[in-house]
């Protein structure tokens, strides 16, 4: 079966007008690239009960497998699988308006663990639209599945630099010419692999660049004792906050290792700045601990 997919166009007669389609990818061959593909990729979407899988639940998992060849094309599209569970609890009215999903909707599911975890496994990589949130969720909930090799459509893509504004799933589609239902896991994982189709001037397609990037080993640089009063600076050099670690922290490439500790020193653990380290710390991040 071929893969069909509607394309957003301009709106006859008006220049400025876009017609939006609804995105519908089908299972089978894309038609893109030559032949079937010989690597796997697996892209997932989660919906939950909270936003700390220390305390609440997965309520809706989807995941689907495709194939890609060695430039990156994605050739064919497997099967969808989505699975809902039940949390034991009634679900928040802002859950049930985000995501539509209803306590009668969850009542007496259960995840396939064993089918799910297959899936997850047979697969190069894993890939989510926000991994570092996903990830979490997976390995709390499917533990056999710990320990992979995971990608991040929106971080490891330089979305501007293809001619898009922002990162948001959603907005990407839109921005392409389509329309999903957000916030269902099934529909996220269709947009999620759609965006991953698309191809810059040069012709690259987005998973090509997401593979390149992700694929490197990189260090996650730690501001350890950084001051109150510098927070604003390494805000501004694209540290985050990490509430777990009560830490600024920031991935670094290993080319821009050296000229990041030298920011640092000069920045952060001058004698002024009043850190209550003398040193960032260093951890080494791998794919397969990457977003863990």
Known sequence: MNLQVEVGRPAAGNGDARVLHPLRLHEGPTGDGVGRGRHV???LDVETTGLD???GKIIELAIRRFRYDADGVITDI??????REDPGDPLHPDITALTGLTDADVAGRE???????????SASFVVAHNSVFDRRWIENRLPDARGLSWCCSMRQ???RARGFDGRV???????????????????????LIQMLRGRDAEGRTALAEMIERGGRSSWLVRARGAAFDVKDQLRARGYRWFADIKMWAKEVDDDDLVGEQFWLAANVYAVEANAKALCPELVRITPRTRFA
Do not use: K, N
Not at 178 to 187: K, N, T
């Open 41 to 43: 990729g697996v892209a």
């Open 53 to 55: 899988p220390a305390t």
């Open 78 to 83: 497997d099967e969808a699988f989505e699975w």
């Open 111 to 121: 995840i396939d663990t064993d089918d799910a975890t297959r899936l997850l496994r």
């Open 157 to 159: 893509v330089d979305w």
């Open 169 to 191: 799933l959603g907005y990407l589609l839109l921005q392409s010419g389509f329309y999903h239902c957000g916030h269902r896991a099934s529909s996220d994982v269709d947009a």
